[in-house]
């Protein structure tokens, strides 16, 4: 399908200077865009790519106007436009209504219409879905969980019993989203485990990364609220609550029973000591421990920047020698 570029335009918000009937098929970067598709700039580091790309027209903010060698759509915020613009290429698939004929569904459940529910999929006793979710091939979902309406579960998730998803969450690949929680009480003869009576309550609008676990509450649920977004490979763990608005990045864990507050971001390999808690609009850079609660908003860090190996090691054997350092003085 191809659009105009003034539809294009209109749909992202911005002004197109040059040839507003040009047809755009798709999207592609500023190195690799052909003579019938559109990309962007929003990040200086590929300002040089721009005078060179053979792309139709591109997305850029006014400053650079004259620095594009072809059609433009000038807006505010480039990289927000750029993300609205992919909702006009979207190939993913759509509910279609079709049920397939392998997939295994209690006769309790209850399915609303536009659903779509792919092969070898497992629907458990007393499940809702809601209209116009799409549920991919081998996904289960047990008994008594809720999905909420537009919902998009891909191949392979695994959705655990009681487990209610609010309306339009995605969840990738591989994910799991209601398994035990980590609770295990010590005995003389090694570990009992504490049975996790709780669940998992997820808001709307949610994107869950591919194999991400949220672990179900041991009593209360682990709650994850509207508008957050989740990288692949991140480890939430039994009664933690992620306030709406946030965003954590790949490998982070969050240990139990801590409370990550609202527009709150954790960058990459973040770790989180449980029962804690972190305040509303902080930002934790990746690689950082985070071992007491943060109560004023802002920035933190921990983490150890990269250095050559040589560098590395004598800082290391100094960063040891601190303690006698500071015994001499």
């Known amino acids: 399908m191809a659009i105009s570029l003034?539809?294009?335009?209109?749909?992202?918000?911005?002004?197109?200077?040059?040839?507003?009937?040009?047809?755009?098929?798709?999207?592609?970067t500023l190195n690799n865009a052909g003579p019938t598709q559109l990309s962007f700039l929003a990040n200086p580091k590929y300002a040089a790519q721009l005078e060179h790309t053979r792309a139709a027209a591109v997305i850029i903010?006014?400053?650079?106007?004259?620095?594009?060698?072809?059609?433009?759509?000038?807006v505010d915020q480039p990289y927000l436009a750029f993300?609205?613009?992919?909702?006009?290429?979207d190939?993913?698939?759509?509910?279609?209504?079709?049920?397939?004929?392998?997939?295994?569904?209690?006769?309790?459940?209850?399915?609303?219409?536009?659903?779509?529910?792919?092969?070898?999929?497992?629907?458990?006793?007393?499940?809702?879905?809601?209209?116009?979710?799409?549920?991919?091939?081998?996904?289960?979902?047990?008994?008594y969980a809720v999905i909420g309406a537009d919902c998009h579960i891909m191949p392979n998730v695994s959705i655990y019993h009681h487990?209610?998803?609010?309306?339009?969450?995605?969840?990738?690949?591989?994910?799991?989203?209601?398994?035990?929680?980590?609770?295990?009480?010590?005995?003389?003869?090694?570990?009992?485990?504490?049975?996790?009576l709780g669940s998992v309550s997820i808001g709307d609008d949610v994107d869950i990364g591919a194999n991400t676990t949220i672990d179900r509450g041991a009593l209360d649920d682990t709650v994850i609220e509207n508008n957050v977004i989740i990288?692949?490979?991140?480890?939430?763990?039994?009664?933690?609550?992620?306030?709406?608005?946030?965003?954590?990045?790949?490998?982070?864990?969050?240990?139990g029973s801590s409370v990550i507050g609202k527009r709150c971001t954790l960058a990459g390999g973040v770790g989180v000591v449980g029962h804690i808690s972190i305040c509303d609009d902080v930002h934790?850079?990746?690689m950082t421990m985070v071992t007491r609660s943060i109560t004023q908003p802002g920035s933190y860090s921990s983490g150890t920047p990269m250095s050559d190996t040589k560098?590395?090691?004598?800082?290391?054997?100094?960063f040891n020698q601190l303690n006698d350092f500071f015994k001499k003085k």
Do not use: M
């Open 6 to 28: 003034a539809q294009v335009a209109e749909a992202i918000g911005g002004n197109v200077h040059g040839d507003q009937d040009v047809l755009i098929s798709g999207l592609a």
């Open 163 to 196: 487990v209610k998803l609010g309306d339009r969450v995605r969840i990738q690949s591989g994910a799991t989203i209601g398994s035990d929680g980590f609770g295990f009480a010590p005995t003389k003869d090694g570990w009992l485990r504490i049975n996790q």
């Open 284 to 286: 934790v850079t990746g």
């Open 61 to 74: 903010a006014s400053s650079v106007l004259d620095r594009v060698p072809c059609n433009a759509i000038v």
């Open 311 to 318: 560098t590395w090691k004598r800082n290391a054997v100094r």
């Open 91 to 143: 190939n993913a698939p759509i509910a279609d209504q079709k049920i397939h004929p392998s997939a295994i569904i209690s006769s309790s459940a209850k399915i609303a219409s536009r659903v779509t529910i792919g092969p070898n999929a497992v629907v458990g006793d007393d499940v809702v879905i809601g209209e116009g979710s799409w549920i991919g091939a081998n996904v289960v979902i047990s008994d």
């Open 231 to 255: 990288d692949n490979l991140v480890q939430i763990a039994h009664n933690v609550v992620i306030g709406e608005g946030s965003a954590i990045a790949g490998c982070t864990g969050i240990a």
């Open 83 to 89: 993300a609205r613009a992919t909702k006009l290429f």
